[in-house]
């Protein structure tokens, strides 16, 4: 597939997956703009570029409006390939670029060995949320809203009898995307998010998936075990909030 035509999937499953956290609050959607409302004081208040095309001028009123009417600050997430074209009117408007991390994913074929380590997926929304959060060291609340979105799985790596590590998957349109994956300081260093990316990708096959993606940090342990699990650097998110 052509990588702009990639990117175009990725942005558009990312904007439409992005309105199971607007559910108890509130959704917008401002042409290309898919806007959420979740709860207060949290980043996933924002709105994703989807496409096809860019928000107008009104629309990005209307989205700003949105926003302040919520008490937020308009904040907007795209993939690098439609940055160019919107940039400019961001900078007129009073937006900054606040987050860059980078945008990998894999064909689910050829996947590594499923892993030995004991993971189960999690039916309690709320101690996973606990759990995750103390491997975050904060974010309760956050946690709590991604836990509970619907159609998201919620996996937990267990070693010495305790829970060591959490993760995420969401699919959408043969998307799968893995996220939430944190690990409790007692167990780093033991491959327990290895164990959790692997156990994804083939709970992926099975779910008819034929594609992984993952957002992480540039130069951060989690990019160095994506890439060695065959995932592909794909593009970049961009998050841009007005000041």
Known sequence: MPMTNLLDR???????AHTRYG?????GQFGPLTAVYAGAALVLNSAWLGGPGVPSADELDAFEAFSRQHGEAPTIHMLSHAAPTLLPELEERGYALTSLPHLYTRNLDNLPPAPGMTICQEDDPDQWAEWSAQG?????????AVAQAPDT???????????????AMSLT??????????????FRGRGAQTALLAWRLHQA???DADLASVFVTPASPSERNIVRAGFVL????????QR
């Open 153 to 167: 799985r919620l996996y937990t790596a267990w070693l010495d009898g305790q829970p060591a590590a959490t993760a």
């Open 136 to 144: 975050f060291g904060g974010g309760l609340e956050i946690m709590r």
């Open 23 to 27: 559910l108890s609050g509130a959704v």
């Open 173 to 186: 349109d043969g998307l799968a995307a893995l996220h939430g994956t944190s690990t409790l300081p007692a």
């Open 10 to 16: 990725l942005a558009q499953a990312e904007a439409r």
């Open 234 to 241: 794909t593009g970049f998110r961009l998050t841009f909030r």
């Open 205 to 207: 096959v099975k779910a």
